[in-house]
């Protein structure tokens, strides 16, 4: 059985529910985080050598990497219809999403997050808070744009590039910060409205 290997607060959430929109079976191996350093306990060195969250177990391997484990899980299980087929004009919008959520999304929001703890200086002051404000300000105004007139972010059916950008969408809601942002907050809506989405968030907690 697939065992995701889930860390609280983290990004194995969407893990959780990408498991649930496609019906499969599974457990979750659940890790709390080191108080003093708030990263990765460590135990879960014992299972794979970049411990870091989320991993998924199957069998004897290891899975590492959002966007791999997506993309193991689905085509070694199936993907119940959430991935576009390449001929499919919404095959390459599919495609920029599945990997901005891990690429360029992730780099303003983590570079706020070294900032917002005082790495680079008092919070707010230095030059990478400046451009963790610029990055997250464009980001946000990518994905409000992309959203405009159109349901979900690859064409007008819910795929899995949904469900991995559902995690950055939610960042904005809870930094405080998507209230200026119409098509974000309704986008937000509908992918909390899934069940899948609540059966996920109430077994990750």
């Known amino acids: ?67 791999a484990i997506f993309e193991y899980v689905m085509g070694r299980y199936g993907d119940a219809g959430l991935v576009p087929k390449p001929e499919d004009p919404d095959w390459p919008d599919y495609l920029v999403w599945m990997h901005f959520a891990e690429g360029s999304a992730m780099l303003p929001i983590l570079l706020d997050h070294f900032q917002a703890a005082g790495l680079a200086g008092p919070p707010g002051t230095s ?49 405080g910060e998507i209230e200026p942002y119409p098509n974000m907050q309704r986008y937000l809506a ?3 409205a899934r069940p899948a989405y609540q059966r996920a968030k109430e077994k990750a907690s």
């Open 127 to 175: 030059t990478l808070a400046q451009m963790a404000r610029g990055g997250m300000d464009e980001l946000y105004a990518f994905v409000e744009s992309s959203l405009e007139g159109r349901a979900w972010l690859a064409g007008d059916r819910f795929t899995a590039a949904d469900v991995i950008m559902g995690w950055v969408v939610e960042v904005v809601d809870q930094r």
């Open 190 to 192: 509908a992918l909390r």
């Open 1 to 67: 059985m697939l065992s995701v290997i889930h860390l609280e607060n983290s990004r194995s959430d969407r893990v959780i529910w990408l498991l649930e929109e496609l019906g499969l079976d599974y457990e979750i191996e659940t890790y709390q985080r080191d108080p003093e350093t708030q990263r990765a306990p460590a135990e879960m060195k014992a299972l794979h050598p970049y411990a870091k969250s989320p991993m998924l177990r199957d069998g004897d391997r290891i899975q590492i990497e959002s966007g």
